[in-house]
């Protein structure tokens, strides 16, 4: 059961969250200033030299949102194709004349340690982002590649996603695939600060927005809703993060595609509606089962869509939910810069999951039941 007054018991936070997952969430504006030396250290200037075909970006589990991240910042400026993979096989045009990059946090992942393995059989030119000392590292010295050590104490491959993002921005900088300077990817940990602060533990719940969010989605039936192609970024984020760590299964889609389909939806039997005259006052929860938890849309939204036909249909969703009886969490962004909108998000909805594990009295960073997974690693 959701305990909503645990969320701000500090010392019953910290007793649960045995790996300081909250922790390691507030920490990610200093680990981006720590990956962003490390990638200025490793060299990755010259890739500017290197002028690929095309680039795959190998990364799994709580490392796979990086690829995706790389992916949808090339789509608008980049001038050569990308494609994310998460396991072997490397696609069967990958060669000499391309670039793979691998990004696992213990340098240890099945995947990306296979596909880096297999790009250097194949010639490819190869990037690899991880631990130090590690097989993934060992793989990219023998190719001759470039390796950016990152150890990120205290976290897991979820919570350090910006750190294993900034290496790739960079890289994107260095190919040509988009513009992100130095002093974007600085503006990126300020972001990151001040999303943690607002949100953080010492924050009480009814300032917090992650806590909030995580009280609205304890017992409803959640739908992630994101617009544009970064915006899918941050709504499948959530969609992992819910999942994952705060133990909610999460329905995700992306305007404008997605507007009919979740729509549709609100005509189902979890809107929340009037009664139809169906339900039993009488019913029992014991006997007769608990009652399905009711729909929500958590719209994520961003201020640049103001005006725009994207902003037009997200209002007549958002409509739609209210005129259905549905509930609606409003998760708003406001900069200007596209990458910090995406942080802002992912910042508050990584909290929000967090807390969400929290509230229901699990430890955010372990499950027993992915323990009998253990074969798999995780990144």
Known sequence: MFDEARLDD????ERLDTRGSLRALAGAGASVRTALH????????????????AVVVAAAGGSACVAELFEAIARSGGAIPVQSCTSAPLPGWVGTLDLVVAVSQSGRAAGPLALAA???RRGAMLLTIGAPDSPLAEISARSRGIHVPLAVPGSSSRTAMWAHATPLLVAADALGLSSI??????ALADELDRRAQEVGPAAASFENQAKTLAIDVAESAPIILGSGHLGAVAARRAVAMLGRTGRVPVAFGVLPDSASQIVACF????????SDGTDDIFADPYLDGPQRPPLRLVMLRHASDAGTELQVLA??????????????????????DPLLRVASHV???????????????????????VRLLSDIPED
């Open 315 to 336: 209002d007549r969703v958002v409509a739609a939910a209210e005129d259905a009886g549905v509930r609606v969490s409003l998760v708003d962004a406001e900069s200007d």
């Open 267 to 274: 005509d189902g039997p979890l809107a929340g509606g009037e």
């Open 347 to 369: 910042a508050l909805t990584d909290f929000a999951a967090t807390y969400l594990a929290l509230g229901q009295g699990y430890d955010p960073a372990t499950s027993p039941h």
């Open 181 to 186: 300077s130095t002093a974007t990817v600085s």
């Open 118 to 120: 297999e790009a250097a």
């Open 38 to 53: 490390r990638s200025e250290e490793a060299g990755l200037e010259r890739l500017a030299d290197l002028q690929p075909r």
């Open 10 to 13: 500090v010392e019953a936070l």
